[in-house]
C-alpha cells in the first residue's frame, strides 16, 4: 500500500494496483488475480487484441505492469508504457528482446550454458550440407509455445521453408526421455517433466521432479544471464548431457505446485518493491526476508 492525497488534500491508504498484459487466461494466472484481489490489489487485466486502443489515452494507471503475454500487439502495448514511465515486470526491455530466439540463444551461449549447434540463415540451401551430420530442428525466430518447431532429417524437407524471414536451424539433440521445463518464481525453482510435442492438457501440466545440483545451477546462471525472476526454461538431456533449447520470460508454470500463490507473492512484493523506488529484481537477501528459497531441489 501508499499514501496518496485525496481531492481534499488528505493522505490515505490507496490499494496497489496493478496491471496484467495477457493474450489468454490459464488457470494459474486466473487464480493469481484472485489471490491478489483477495488481498486488496485492484487487478486490470488488459487483453490488447480483445480492446480498441487510442493510442494517445495510453497511459500509465497502475503501479506495476506484468508482461504475460509476448505477442507483438502485446509487447507494443507494453514499450509504450514503458516509455511514459511504467513499471514493468519482467523489465520491459528484457522481455522485448527475449523474443528473439536468435538473441536468447547467444545469451545463453556467451553465458557458457550448453546449447545445441545453432545456425541462422534466409537460404535454405545452407541447411543441406549440415543434415549430413544428423537432423536438425527448425523454430520460428520469434515464436512461442512450441508452435512451428520441426523436425527436418532429409534434404527435401527444407523445400517448403520461408525464404522471406530467418530461418533458426539446431542441432537435434536425441532426447534421452520427457523435456525438462525448470521455472522460476524470484528464488525458488521447480522442475517438470513434459513429452514433447504437446497433445492434451494433462501433457501440459506434465510430472514435476527434484531438481539436480546440475539443473539448479544452470537455471540460476540462465536468470543471471536476462537479469530476470520470473522464466521457464526448457532442457533437454541427450545422451546424459543437457542442452537449454529455450527461454520464456515468464512461463505458464502448469504443473508447479502452488504455483498461482507463489506468483501473486512474488507480484505483490514487486509492486511494493516498485512503489518504494527499489528494483522490482529481487536480491538473494530481500527474498530471505520474504521466506527463504523453497525449491524443489534435493
Not at 487483453?47 to 486502443?53: G, L, M, R, S
Not at 542441432?171 to 504437446?198: A, N, S, T
Not at 538431456?237 to 507463489?262: E, K, N
Request: net charge positive; charged share 20%.
Amino acid at each position: 500500500m501508499d499514501s496518496r492525497q485525496t481531492s481534499r488534500g488528505r493522505a490515505h491508504v490507496a490499494p496497489m494496483r496493478v496491471g496484467i498484459i495477457l493474450d489468454w487466461m490459464n488457470p494459474n494466472i486466473e487464480q493469481a488475480v484472485r489471490a491478489l484481489s483477495e488481498r486488496g490489489v485492484k487487478v486490470a487485466l488488459i487483453q490488447p487484441e480483445k480492446q480498441f486502443i487510442s493510442l494517445a489515452r495510453v497511459q500509465v494507471e497502475n503501479d506495476l505492469y506484468v508482461l504475460k503475454s509476448g505477442t507483438d500487439l502485446a509487447l507494443s502495448l507494453g514499450g509504450a508504457l514503458h516509455a511514459l514511465g511504467a513499471a514493468t515486470l519482467n523489465h520491459y526491455p528484457t522481455v522485448a528482446m527475449m523474443r528473439s530466439k536468435i538473441t536468447v540463444t547467444r545469451i545463453l551461449q556467451a553465458a557458457g550454458l550448453p546449447t545445441p549447434d545453432t545456425y541462422v540463415t534466409t537460404a535454405r540451401d545452407d541447411l543441406g550440407p549440415l543434415l549430413e551430420a544428423g537432423p536438425l530442428i527448425i523454430k520460428p525466430h520469434r515464436g512461442s509455445r512450441g508452435e512451428g518447431i520441426r523436425i527436418v532429417r532429409q534434404v527435401g524437407e527444407l523445400a517448403d521453408l520461408s525464404a522471406n524471414e530467418p530461418i533458426l536451424a539446431q542441432r537435434y539433440m536425441e532426447p534421452d526421455g520427457p523435456d525438462h521445463k525448470i521455472f522460476c518464481i524470484g528464488e525458488q525453482l521447480f522442475g517438470v517433466r513434459r513429452i514433447w510435442p504437446l497433445r492434451t492438457y494433462e501433457d501440459k501440466v506434465g510430472d514435476p521432479f527434484s531438481l539436480t545440483r546440475e539443473l539448479r545451477d544452470l537455471a540460476r546462471r540462465c536468470g543471471r544471464a536476462f537479469g530476470i525472476g520470473l522464466y521457464g526454461m526448457d532442457v533437454v538431456l541427450s545422451a546424459g548431457r543437457p542442452y537449454v533449447v529455450d527461454v520464456s520470460h515468464f512461463g505458464s508454470y502448469m504443473g508447479v505446485p502452488d504455483a498461482s500463490r507463489l506468483l501473486a507473492e512474488y507480484i505483490y512484493a514487486a509492486c511494493q518493491r516498485s512503489l518504494r523506488g527499489e528494483p522490482l529484481l529481487a536480491t538473494a537477501a530481500t527474498t530471505q526476508r520474504c521466506g527463504g528459497d523453497r525449491a524443489t531441489v534435493p
